[in-house]
């Protein structure tokens, strides 16, 4: 059973279309509707031939009239046949039309052999012979003539075919029975004819259809690929000549084709070493697929080439060939350089910044018995020239003297950089302290000469140098950084164009000012030792109090009474002078509404406090809390706190005097740009610097410049306090030269409010931990109002 149904399967398969190309079908029945004519010539001539030999012993009804009726059936084929021959055929159309065929193959072979043998009969033995070679050459003929059409030729061996050899096999006659034999052996070498033919021409038309898509998809590949941003070329494997470029490529070829040896329409065709890619892209790298892809950068003349080389496959995974994607990326390669350089470069003085300088410093460390010195470069008087003059100004002048450093700096391995502001470092080697510093003062040297600008203008600064050695004072770049800072500190504080060399002592005074900061804030924290006194300003004339200045002083349980110019620098340096402002502020208002004579209170402003917007509030807080009108508080500001952010500065002084608050110029006369000061803002009063008055008494050219300073604040209408007033013969002398409002300790030394006189005079008395001093009663000299505090901001 399971036999006969897969032998049914396998009858029924071979008789189906079976064809799943649309394609094949169309090739079949336009290959098969070309062998129509044939085969019904045949089936008509042998069967006509036939009537002639039965004419005289069958009946018309048994010949002609049935012969007739089936030659009008295959003309009318024929007609049908001849009426479409030209039209456009579908896979629809084709697969209809093999269908029929099939169905009238089967029709005719059944009435065919029906009607031959209705006609055997009636002739002789003869005749038999001949209808069975008709029937014979007929079937195979057919089976030949409808072989693109394999349903319908096995079709007709099986409906013609076998029982033609079953009908004559039994027929008696010897002659019959050995032409039945004969068929038996034909028949199925013809219907092996008919599969073979029937698979090779179905192979055949597969093969070009597929062909035909492969073509297509290629070219639509290659449209696509053409149509791609990307430049894209492909090689010959095996000659490495280039047998195709897109539209992109040959743009970018006419592009960069001054480079090339060959024209760029010469390119298709010519080997891929025109491109000078290299031996990281040799012939020899192309040739080894497996090393795929490949990227590299090339340059061709002044033109950057990306390149990257991948294999070409096809469906079974057989190379094909390099393909080369391209692009020109000059701009990009520049771009890349600009942004490594300005990541690793100072924009403004294209030195190396803090990073880079930084890594060449680890570097260097970490050579063996390498011997190195660090500078640290601080301008003098940039500052200064930056805020009055403008930053562009400070800009070209920061230029110039990274160009002088990198002029002085010849040594190899030298390397100068900028780690922000005003502020550059020089690596170089040194073998001794003497070489550093030799270094170090040729640099002071270039730098202090003077500047010319592009409008003509000169300008001259100075620079202050801290050195730190490696090995000799730290092997780590961290340490010898700091250490090379606190030299610079030393040299600051040492005057200007000064060279200092890390030494321990530096490092103690530093960490004694980090510790002397800490103990400042814990006892501002606490309100332990902090106290405000108070001068008086005396009008000469009345010798009335008209106003009184707020200074600043702090006892330390550990250092005693502490100068105002050491502990206000330390609170500058920790950003604890907002704080210790605001404690001024706030004491001087709440003392000021205390005195009788409801006087004018004066508070000193740091440089430190000016410019970063912190200064009003902590006025307008002051103020509130105390309850004090705005008319009776001055602030007091020197010159060199408003070269320090200028613009911010000023802006923040125009809103106190918004507020009613007055503000003073203090130590006027002493700075290089005093008017210009006084033509930029109102202020409502100068003080003139103690040093003029000092030597007013001995020096007809100080008295002179008290006078003149007197007659300016006059004609600007501004009030006028010579400071320092500290024996009679300079309080004559400034009354005679025109001074109504004095101060110094002539006229009245610093005191502290009532509240905290007693514990002021308990610190200062011989068992207090002060140490030993005299009390502070009015027109006694103690520890805490000595001149030497009036050397800070806040004294």
């Not at 049908?80 to 099939?102: C, D, Q």
């Not at 403008?390 to 100068?416: K, S």
């Amino acid at each position: 059973m399971r036999g006969g149904a897969a032998l049914v399967r396998r009858l029924a398969a071979a008789l189906s279309l079976g064809a799943n190309n649309p394609e094949l079908r169309i090739a079949q029945f336009m290959t098969l509707s070309r062998l129509t004519p044939l085969l019904y010539f045949i089936m008509i001539a042998n069967a006509w031939v036939a009537i002639w030999l039965f004419r005289s012993s069958a009946s018309r009804w048994r010949t002609i009239y049935p012969l007739s009726a089936l030659t009008l059936l295959c003309l009318l084929r024929l007609a049908i046949w001849w009426r479409k021959r030209g039209s456009m055929v579908t896979e629809r159309i084709a697969r209809h039309e093999l269908a029929r065929t099939n169905t009238v193959a089967i029709g005719m072979a059944i009435v065919f052999t029906a009607w031959c043998w209705w006609l055997l009969p009636r002739g002789s033995e003869t005749d038999k012979v001949y209808v069975a070679f008709f029937m014979a050459i007929t079937i195979v003929t057919s089976m030949l003539c409808l072989i693109h059409s394999r349903p319908a030729s096995l079709s007709v061996a099986l409906f013609a075919g076998v029982p033609f050899i079953a009908f004559f096999a039994a027929s008696g006659v010897h002659v019959l029975t050995l032409m039945a034999v004969n068929v038996a052996l034909v028949l199925p070498a013809t219907v092996i004819v008919v599969l073979l033919q029937s698979r090779d021409f179905a192979q055949m038309v597969n093969a070009r259809t597929e062909t035909r898509w492969q073509h297509e998809e290629q070219n639509r590949l290659l449209r696509m690929i053409d149509d791609m941003p990307a430049a894209v070329m492909t090689l010959d494997p095996d000659t490495f000549v280039i047998n195709y470029v897109n539209a992109p490529t040959r743009r970018l070829l006419r592009k960069i084709e001054h480079l090339l040896p060959v024209a760029a329409s010469e390119v298709p065709g010519a080997p891929i070493d025109l491109l000078q890619l290299g031996p990281a892209l040799s012939r020899g790298v192309l040739s080894d697929p497996s090393g795929f892809p490949r990227i590299s950068r090339i340059r061709l003349g002044d033109e950057v080439l990306h390149v990257q080389v991948s294999a070409v496959t096809d469906d079974h995974g057989g190379y094909l060939g390099p393909m080369v994607t391209w692009e020109i990326v000059t701009k990009q390669v520049e771009a890349d350089y600009r942004i490594r350089h300005l990541a690793r470069y100072d924009t403004l003085t294209e030195v190396p910044n803090r990073d880079t300088f930084f890594e060449a410093l680890d570097t260097s460390l970490e050579r063996k018995n390498s011997a190195i010195a660090l500078f640290i470069v601080d301008l003098d008087g940039f500052k200064a020239v930056n805020d009055t003059q403008g930053h562009l100004t400070g800009d070209a002048l920061l230029r110039q003297v990274a160009a002088r450093m990198r002029a002085a700096c010849r040594n190899p391995g030298t390397i100068v950089g900028r780690v922000g502001g005003d502020e550059f470092t020089v690596l170089t080697p040194s073998a001794t302290q003497d070489e550093a510093e030799k270094v170090a003062f040729e640099l002071i040297e270039a730098i202090a000469a003077p500047y010319e600008l592009d409008d003509g203008r000169h300008i001259q600064i100075g620079a202050s140098i801290g050195i730190a050695l490696a090995p000799d004072h730290a092997t780590d770049a961290t340490t010898l950084f700091a250490y090379a800072d606190v030299a610079l500190y030393d040299s600051k504080a040492a005057g200007k164009n000064t060279v200092r060399t890390y030494a321990c002592d530096m490092d103690i005074k530093v960490h004694g000012r980090v510790l002397l900061a800490a103990e400042l804030r814990s006892a501002l924290a606490e309100r332990d030792g902090i106290f405000v006194f108070f001068q008086p300003i005396v009008n000469v004339e009345t010798s009335a109090v008209v106003g009184r200045e707020a200074l600043l002083r702090w006892h330390s349980a550990r250092h005693g009474w502490v100068s105002p110019s050491t502990f206000v620098a330390a609170a500058e340096e920790t950003d604890l002078i907002d704080e210790l402002g605001a404690f001024v502020l706030d004491r001087a208002c709440h003392a000021a509404l205390e005195w009788k004579d409801e006087g004018p209170v004066a508070v000193n402003v740091s440089a430190a406090q000016l410019g970063k917007g912190t200064l009003v509030p902590a006025v307008r807080h002051a103020l509130i809390d105390s309850g004090l009108p705005p008319t009776r508080l001055e602030v007091e500001i020197t010159e060199t706190a408003l070269l320090r952010s200028e613009i911010a500065s000023l802006a923040e002084l125009r809103t106190l005097r918004s507020l009613g608050v007055r503000v003073a110029l203090d130590d006027f006369g002493t700075g290089y740009s005093s008017l210009t000061q006084l033509r930029t803002f109102p202020f409502d009063k100068i003080k003139i610097d103690g040093t003029f008055v000092r030597e007013a008494v001995d020096r007809p050219a100080c008295a002179a410049v008290v006078r003149a300073l007197v007659d300016l604040g006059n004609r600007l209408d501004l009030a006028t306090v010579a400071e320092g007033v500290e024996t009679a013969a300079q309080l004559d002398r400034v009354r005679d030269e025109g001074c109504v409002a004095v101060q110094g300790f002539y006229c009245g030394r610093p005191q502290p409010t009532a509240a905290d006189a007693p514990l002021v005079d308990a610190l200062s008395s011989p068992q207090g931990p002060g140490g030993e001093a005299p009390r502070s009663g009015r027109g006694r000299q103690s520890q805490w109002d000595d001149e030497d505090f009036a050397d800070a901001p806040l004294a």
